[in-house]
């Protein structure tokens, strides 16, 4: 029997951990809990051995072993293994990223007294309080009530510590500064199956004598069949006045019984309204040539990427849901990913229309529990098709033969925390390990995925018309310049803009107008001397929030001066404060409001078309999966005749009502320090013109730019991709940035201005000696945001002709911070980034 097991942990370390086994041997990819500096952790078996480590390790046992069996399968470890590889990121953290169970597992902090709390509480007793210190008498006295109440040498939990005392988190927390107290995490397993309670009305029970309020509730429970969830009686008995007391009276006296059942999970969806479902469209010519190249592949079995290029509107939704059916109908499951979680209740909708009870769904707006669940029926093989968004590439699909990526292109697929992986890349690693077919979807398909398909790497895939022949939007630019000139005022909408909404909302029609930044204003800035109000912990400009009361008004062309008592916020670290009625700098008054954003997008449109019905659909309207789908119904239904918002509504949305988009503000993003920033226009632009025209009714885009000659707003507004590559490409070719090489975003960050600093150095000298073969480095230098959420950052680029040479640069950055002491939790290794902000 093997002796010990190697453990990946959640730690930012690129190692695994040795621990003795005792007892019975651990499955690899089954869950251990481990003793990990102070602390238990949960973490993965990924080696068992005999080897026994150097002597001068003391080698701790593994405390508790979770799983009877591998809760990974070996071609999600090989995964794993690919992953830590490929994006130079800890296996651990790769790891818990595949298991969003969570909610399994429960951690709470315990507290110890020391030796030198015991000496303290002993002189305290003899001398009394210090008046030293710098806490009022109070806080120093339940000091002495922790310190008194674990003098016994028990361990407390944290919540038992502060019911006893009455001490708050921040005292203890200075005790264990101090030195006072130890404070320890521990993990222990937790039931996370969800639970109701049910009423039951026990059958052929004889009645004795009752009271009204107990016949009221039995006859209640009679006429729903003798069953009735807890809450909802209560709810019904809080209404009619009868006290809770009596249920557990009829309990006692046996009349019904409580039992706790699963709790049904709602999947969601949005209703259809009349229109045919996916799975229910009869496919056309070109639906079924891409259908037909997808079944062969999946016929001749092995692994078969694919790059479905398909316009908006031309139907890859149904060709999705007719490749799936085939994939079930071989005894095999299906993957379908999407890039937001706001896509997820249209496309639920639809797939359990397809597939009823065999349709499952995995995204992080899940309650843990909900995860947990959803995750294990996976497992079972109760679901065949799953649905999500980046982390449902991780899902434990039994015969996987279809991975679906849809809108490939959407830079929501790459992660942005360890491990910073690439969600669609990752979905077609995962079907080679399993021999599986791979589409990726898309009308504006990344310019990585277009070169792999030119190189012969994919099998490309067109649908180049829209379903029943209908014809693409046409598109209007509408020169804001030219419109400032004529009006000598600058304003949120255009006259063109104005008058063909009214037009669409006259003949019945809906329209969107994409307004793509959140909040009211997204600068405050003192036009006495310059400054910009910055968030207290980033070096970036806050944005302006309008109270949902408030009596200003937006100003008509002009900035509105700012008022005392209005939110600001951080869109990045969520920090909010007052607007103040001075300049922090130079105490003027002269606060001004300045730019446009969707929530004063949606009050102008009010005072315009003061008929309307408008929605707005942004991050601060749509919070919970809940939002999205009451907001969408009411859009479908055509409560909602004129939406707002930002890119949100640009993506997937099918609602054959709209007939007019109109675009503001969207090629502001052309101005970043951005090599994607045409690419990020071109596909935003394409998207959102998709939403119109897509019913009956042909559509019209109205597109307001300051760059109407840029070539990513030209080629969008003619629907010209192909013609965008091939300008786009060229640029990319002459500064060798992908896909004509390889690049890396290493991020070098602290707290501490200096360490930021001193480290960049460090590395850059590192560089600067290194002979590195086919790799070119810039940097360091300060990231574009240089400061967020209290942290200090600099970054170096790294461009690589090669994958294995931008590697292996990648782990000699690495291993020269270790041997410095530079902590790998100061070091942000980005490989593909797709943002160098």
């Known amino acids: 029997m093997p002796r010990y097991a190697d453990i990946a942990l959640p730690v930012p370390l690129g190692q695994t951990f040795t621990y003795e086994v005792r007892g019975a041997t651990p499955a690899v990819g089954a869950r251990v809990l481990v003793p990990f500096s102070g602390q238990k952790l949960m973490g993965v078996v ?7 480590p150097a002597e001068e390790f003391e080698i701790k046992p593994i405390q508790q072993v979770m799983d009877d069996a591998a809760l990974l399968p070996e071609e999600l470890m090989e995964l794993a293994r690919w992953i ?35 000496k303290v509480l002993y002189e305290g007793a003899a001398k009394g309080a210090s008046r030293r210190s710098k806490l009022s008498a109070e806080d120093q006295n339940r000091e002495y009530s922790v310190l008194n109440y674990l003098e016994s040498g028990e361990e407390a939990k944290l919540t038992s510590l502060r019911s006893a005392t009455g001490a708050n988190k921040a005292l203890l927390e200075g005790m264990v500064r101090k030195r006072w107290l130890v404070r320890e995490a521990v993990a222990e397993e937790r039931d996370a199956r969800r639970l109701e309670k049910i009423v039951v009305l026990i059958e052929d ?20 069949g003798g069953r009735m969830r807890v809450r909802d009686l209560r709810e019904k008995l809080a209404r009619a006045g009868v006290p809770e007391s009596t249920l557990g009276t009829l309990v006692r006296r046996e009349l019904v019984r409580i039992e706790e059942v699963a709790e049904n999970f709602h999947l969601g969806g949005v209703a259809s309204h009349g229109k045919k479902h996916a799975h229910e469209h009869a496919l056309n010519e070109a639906q079924m040539e891409a259908l037909g190249t997808i079944v062969a592949a999946m016929a001749k079995g092995g692994f078969a990427p694919h790059l479905l290029y398909g316009v908006t509107g031309s139907g890859k939704t149904a060709v999705y849901f007719a490749a799936m059916r085939r994939t079930l109908d071989a005894g095999k499951s299906a993957l379908l990913m999407v890039p937001e979680i706001g896509l997820t209740p249209a496309m639920t909708g639809q797939l359990v229309a397809a597939f009823d009870d065999e349709v499952a769904l995995l995204h992080s707006q899940l309650t843990p529990d909900e ?33 679906i990526v849809d809108e490939e292109h959407d830079g929501s697929y790459k992660q942005e925390e360890t491990p910073r992986y690439h969600g669609r890349d990752v979905a077609v690693m995962r079907a080679k390990l399993n021999d599986a077919v791979v589409v990726m ?15 012969g790497r994919y099998a490309r895939v067109e649908m180049r018309m829209r379903v029943a022949d209908r014809p693409l939007p046409a598109v209007e630019l509408v020169d804001m310049k030219v419109e400032f000139r004529e009006t000598g005022q600058e304003q949120i909408f255009s006259r063109r803009l104005i008058e063909e909404t009214e037009a669409t909302l006259m003949r019945g029609e809906q329209a969107i107008i994409l307004l793509n930044r959140r909040g009211y204003s997204f600068v405050v800035m003192c036009r006495s001397c310059g400054e910009k109000i910055e968030c207290e912990n980033c070096a970036i400009s806050m944005t302006y929030h309008k109270a949902l009361d408030s009596g200003l008004r937006a100003a008509s062309g002009n900035d509105a001066i700012a008022q005392p008592g209005q939110r600001l916020e951080c869109h990045y670290c969520g920090f909010r404060r007052g607007v103040p009625g001075k300049c922090p700098k130079c105490e003027s008054e002269h606060l001004y409001y300045m730019g446009a954003g969707s929530q004063q997008g949606e009050e102008r ?20 999966r809940s939002d999205m789908e009451r907001l969408l119904t009411r859009l479908h239904a055509g409560e909602i005749n004129l939406l707002v918002g930002t890119q949100m509504i640009a993506k997937g949305h099918d609602i054959h009502g709209v007939t007019l988009v109109g675009v503001v503000g969207a090629d502001f993003a052309l101005g970043l320090p951005d090599f994607r920033a045409a690419e990020r226009v071109f596909q935003l632009l394409t998207q959102v013109s998709g939403r119109a025209g897509r019913g009956e009714l042909p559509g019209k885009v109205l597109v307001q730019t300051y760059h109407p000659d840029h070539y990513a707003v030209k080629f969008a507004a003619e629907h010209d991709y192909p013609g965008f590559v091939t300008k786009e490409m060229q640029y990319r070719r002459w500064m060798h940035y992908p896909p004509y090489g390889v690049l890396a975003n290493v991020v070098v960050q602290s707290e501490r201005l200096e360490e930021a600093t001193g480290w960049s150095a460090e590395l850059g000298r590192w560089f600067a000696k290194t002979r590195l073969e086919k790799v070119r480095v810039l940097g360091p230098a300060a990231a574009p945001i240089s400061r967020l959420k209290r942290i200090y950052r600099f970054h170096f680029v790294l461009k690589g002709e090669t994958r294995s040479a931008l590697s292996e640069a990648l782990r000699g950055l690495l291993r020269h911070a270790a041997e410095r002491e530079i902590p790998r939790r100061n070091l942000v290794v980005d490989v593909d980034a797709l943002h160098l902000m």
């Open 205 to 224: 029970a004889r009645l004795p004598k009752l009271n009204a309020n107990q016949t009221a509730i039995l006859a209640e429970l009679a006429a729903v």
């Open 371 to 403: 995860r947990a669940e959803q995750w294990h029926r996976i497992r079972r093989g109760e679901a065949r098709v799953v649905v999500g968004t980046r982390s449902a590439v991780f899902a434990p699909v039994r015969d996987l033969g279809l991975i």
């Open 84 to 118: 830590a590889q490929y994006y130079v990121a800890p296996l651990g953290e790769v790891l818990r990223g595949m298991l969003p169970l969570g909610a399994e597992v429960k951690r709470q902090f315990i507290y110890r007294i020391t030796e030198t709390g015991r």
């Open 605 to 624: 449109l009010q005072e315009i078309f003061p008929h309307a019905r408008i929605g707005r659909m942004d991050r601060d309207t749509v919070r919970g």
């Open 46 to 52: 990924v080696r068992v051995h005999d080897e026994a």
């Open 441 to 455: 979807g898309s009308a504006t398909p990344s310019l990585e995925s277009w070169a792999n398909a030119e190189k």
